[in-house]
């Protein structure tokens, strides 16, 4: 199994930037790629930005394309969204996951951390 922790949310005005964090523990070993979602209230939980964890191939939904950069940190099980511009839309609780590699889903989810962004 594997342990993912998050931190780095809070809350900003409009045009501000936060950088999340997450921290892999446990079984990472077959990691295909580590993603980041978020889920509004009311909405459905959406796609936002993955990472290859050998390549370092990069994948952002256009919502955020441009203002999220989607990293690795010198510790492979970490994993950051550096996030500029953000707008009052950017406002969800989001998640980090961890897709192994030979499955097609994210199959594991930390607890999520909370981003208001106020106008």
């Known amino acids: 199994q594997v342990q993912l922790v998050e931190s780095g949310g809070g809350s900003v005005q409009a045009g501000g930037s936060l950088r999340l964090s997450c921290v892999a523990s446990g079984r990472t070993f077959s990691t295909y790629a580590m993603g980041w979602f978020r889920q509004a209230p009311g909405k459905e939980r959406e796609f936002l930005a993955s990472?290859?964890?050998?390549?370092?191939?990069?994948d952002y939904a256009p919502s955020v394309k441009g203002r999220f950069t989607v990293s690795r940190g010198n510790a492979r099980s970490t994993m950051f969204l550096q996030m500029n511009s953000l707008k009052p839309d950017d406002t969800g609780v989001y998640y980090c996951?961890?897709?192994?590699?030979?499955?097609?889903?994210?199959?594991?989810w930390g607890q999520g951390t909370q981003v208001t962004v106020s106008s």
């Open positions: 996951a961890t897709r192994y590699r030979g499955r097609a889903e994210f199959d594991y």
């Open positions: 990472i290859t964890w050998t390549e370092g191939r990069t």
